[in-house]
């Protein structure tokens, strides 16, 4: 086994083996440009190898590495070998082994679920402390003979304060995380997360390892990620290219729908009644009552021939159609062929010549009756019906109807302003037009917040992929957030979905999340309590005479450590609180935020102020699922600063 400074010499091999792969992956950027055999080829190949080279060419400076497994002599698969475990695969030099093997890799698996109880051939499991870019230190747990302890740089990286973006946790994965992770791509997963349980990261790490693992059956349908709001995205924007992956599409699902600009906001009942199951029932009505029956025959001229198709005819193929439950814009194009095969047929048996000229331009002239009888539409035309009340009965009530129908409607579908909910009952309709663009896996996180509608329009991109499901049926915060996992992975087509339950907080320190189960048991939700890696933590309840005070000489005293601050609040709080803080001489940036409640889910912070809990419970409906939001986005120390007496579970 080597020491330190050996350990310090092979980061230099490593350093130098990144330099010889971007040096390689330039010289073929080169090469390639001259080599490929057509026009697209060359293109699509120098996309690929720029795009290798500037992934090469912006590796941090970070640790090369993070671990090493030394197999035992009796091992059948590395009879005693050693392994250098890092973020991304690093070449050696001359074609020989490489000199770090990628965390993803079959053999890096051992890493994460060898123990000394089941030692999987390890003989020796080491992990390696950095400072910045310098090795400072490391740890061996002799598996093989029973030596497991807790690990004093497992825990410093856990505990690691938080400046910045989300990081990877490729250093820190438990094994029932990684179990996770490195579930096959058939297999759709639905994992329930108490806070700090790391189940956003493993939504992540699990996108990274597909990639690696799946790549070419990915590489048509891709993977998308789909977090709740933008903060949330750029907060976890840096973990994928870390792991080396950039081709992954990550956006929510306002961003995903977005096929017209959102200028207008809902009523709570219009937007309740909008994100209905029932709507998709109400709106399928409103599309395929634009289909008529014929009521004259179809005449083709053709030269001196005029071929005729009569109505009887045409209604079969009509209701044929409609009975085949084909997509609306598909069966429009099915009754254009199936009648111009009837007008074939006739020129066929006049001893005409059919070819694809003559089929286009017969297909031309039944357009027409096309229109008449299966219309093309557009889905602002059909939502536009459906909110000026002209669209629902029998399925909403007389009130429901109300609700949603536009109090001053708009002359045309064209000028009309749309809501973030009407994106949802537009995308349903384009979905009934047409299927649209299907991913190979899709990771929805906060999905306890989905709308039964929004789960529809996720269901329809993942039709033939699968999905990796994340959230916390506590932090639910929406009107219609979930009640059951079963019944959201029904709604999104997974019914056969595993379900997991992750119920130890690694960011979450223990007097944190004690005040926190205090609180859950107030709440509508089945969820097991959560338990805490961490017994740390440092846990404050202020009572105050003056709430901006107050927080200003709580955040004052928590930037004297080290991380993020973030001060939680009401969201009509926060504008006062903000300019409080300024006028404090605080500077509010990077390291101290000031964010509304309702936009805290899935951050952290390493310090958080949550000010006045009675004001965010009352905010809203669920105003108590959010206040347990905000109270568990501390990974090192919380203040609860208040004027006003603590809602019930906190008092």
């Known amino acids: 086994m080597e020491g330190l400074e050996e350990e310090r010499a092979y980061v230099e091999r490593c350093r130098a083996g990144l330099r010889r792969m971007l040096d390689s992956a330039r010289d073929t950027v080169i090469v390639g440009e001259t080599v490929a055999g057509d026009r697209y080829s060359a293109e699509r190949l120098g996309r690929h190898l720029k795009s290798l080279a500037k992934e090469l060419s912006e590796e941090p400076e970070g640790p090369p590495f993070f671990g090493r497994l030394d197999f035992g002599h009796g091992?059948?698969?590395?009879?005693?070998?050693?392994?250098?475990?890092?973020?991304?695969?690093?070449?050696?030099?001359?074609?020989?082994?490489?000199?770090?093997?990628?965390?993803?890799?079959?053999?890096?698996?051992?890493?994460?679920?060898?123990?000394?109880?089941?030692?999987?051939?390890?003989?020796?499991?080491?992990?390696?402390?950095?400072?910045?870019?310098?090795?400072?230190?490391?740890?061996?747990?002799?598996?093989?003979?029973?030596?497991?302890?807790?690990?004093?740089?497992?825990?410093?990286?856990?505990?690691?304060?938080?400046?910045?973006?989300?990081?990877?946790?490729?250093?820190?994965?438990?094994?029932?995380?990684?179990?996770?992770?490195?579930?096959?791509?058939?297999?759709?997963?639905?994992?329930?997360?108490?806070?700090?349980?790391?189940?956003t990261a493993v939504g992540l790490h699990r996108a990274a390892y597909l990639l690696y693992a799946h790549r070419q059956r990915l590489r048509r349908g891709g993977v998308l990620v789909l977090g709740p709001n933008r903060a949330f995205l750029g907060y976890i924007s840096a973990v994928l290219p870390t792991l080396g992956e950039v081709d992954v599409e990550q956006t929510t699902l306002e961003g995903l729908l977005a096929a017209v600009p959102v200028t207008a906001a809902d009523t709570p009942a219009a937007a309740a009644v909008k994100h209905d199951l029932r709507m998709a029932e109400v709106l399928r009505a409103a599309l395929f009552r634009r289909v008529r029956r014929p009521v004259e025959p179809v005449v083709v001229t053709d030269g001196s021939y005029r071929w005729r198709v009569g109505e009887s005819e045409l209604r079969r193929v009509v209701d044929d159609t409609r009975r085949e439950g084909l997509p609306y814009t598909v069966g429009r194009e099915r009754v254009r062929a199936r009648v111009v095969s009837l007008v074939e047929r006739q020129a066929e048996a006049r001893g005409r010549t059919i070819d694809a000229a003559w089929t286009r331009r017969a297909g031309r002239a039944v357009t027409p009756c096309l229109d008449a009888v299966w219309p093309a539409v557009r889905p602002e035309e059909v939502l536009f019906e459906v909110l000026t009340g002209s669209a629902g009965d029998g399925v909403l009530t007389p009130g429901e109807r109300a609700a949603i129908t536009w109090a001053r409607p708009p002359r045309t579908y064209k000028s009309a302003k749309w809501s973030s909910a009407d994106l949802v009952l537009l995308d349903e309709i384009a979905g009934q037009l047409e299927r649209p663009r299907g991913y190979g896996h899709v990771i929805v996180d906060e999905a306890q917040d989905l709308s039964p509608m929004e789960c529809r329009a996720v269901a329809r991109r993942t039709e033939y992929g699968s999905v990796t499901v994340l959230g916390d049926l506590a932090q639910g915060t929406t009107p219609w957030a979930a009640g059951s996992w079963p019944a959201v992975m029904e709604r999104l087509g997974k019914p056969e979905a595993r379900f997991v339950a992750l119920t130890t907080g690694f960011r979450v320190p223990g007097a944190v999340v004690r005040l926190a189960n205090r609180l859950l048991a107030t709440l509508d939700a089945d969820v097991p309590a959560t338990r805490s890696y961490r017994s740390d933590g440092r846990l404050r309840v202020t009572r105050v005479t003056g709430l901006e005070r107050g927080v200003v000489a709580a955040a004052r005293d928590a930037l004297t450590f080290e991380g993020s601050v973030g001060v939680i609040a009401a969201d009509s709080d926060a504008e006062s609180l903000t300019a409080a803080l300024w006028d404090a001489g605080l500077d509010v940036n990077d390291r101290l935020s000031v964010l509304p409640a309702s936009l805290a889910k899935g951050l952290e912070y390493d310090h958080v102020v949550v000010a006045e809990p009675a004001a965010i419970a009352e905010a809203e409906p669920r105003g108590l699922n959010r206040l347990y939001v905000a109270l568990t986005r501390a990974v090192s120390r919380l203040d609860v600063v208040h004027a006003r007496p603590l809602p019930p579970g906190l008092s």
Do not use: N
């Open 75 to 199: 091992s059948a698969e590395h009879p005693g070998r050693a392994y250098h475990i890092g973020r991304r695969h690093i070449s050696g030099e001359h074609g020989a082994p490489p000199v770090v093997v990628d965390w993803r890799a079959p053999v890096s698996r051992a890493f994460y679920r060898a123990s000394a109880g089941d030692p999987q051939d390890v003989a020796v499991r080491r992990r390696f402390g950095w400072s910045g870019g310098t090795l400072t230190s490391f740890e061996d747990e002799r598996l093989a003979l029973g030596e497991q302890g807790e690990s004093r740089i497992l825990a410093a990286e856990i505990e690691r304060p938080r400046v910045g973006p989300m990081r990877d946790i490729v250093a820190t994965i438990q094994p029932e995380q990684d179990d996770l992770v490195r579930a096959d791509l058939e297999e759709s997963i639905c994992v329930q997360g108490a806070p700090g349980t790391g189940k």
